[in-house]
């Protein structure tokens, strides 16, 4: 018997996000966009394991969040 759980997450970008988070994703995850919210289902045999998987996944999208955010802020290139 399979876990699952689906998570659904809201960001100003959520296309973005969700290409910054697909490298990353297994065979077990499948994510979708749904206007402002990210959409992803995860599948995993154990507890434990989609345990871990969602903890990764989490990690992710702070990750991706943060480093959107930081482009948006920091648009000037010039190093003068």
Known sequence: MSRRATLRTTH???D???GALEPDNTESMHSRVE???LV???ER????????TVDDYVVNV???ETV???T?????TNHE
């Open 35 to 37: 206007g402002d919210e």
């Open 72 to 76: 948006r802020t920091h648009t000037d």
């Open 16 to 18: 973005i996000v969700a």
């Open 68 to 70: 959107i955010e930081a």
């Open 45 to 52: 045999d154990s507890t434990g394991g989609l345990h871990a």
């Open 40 to 42: 992803t289902t995860i």
């Open 62 to 64: 702070t990750v991706a």
């Open 12 to 14: 100003d970008d959520a």
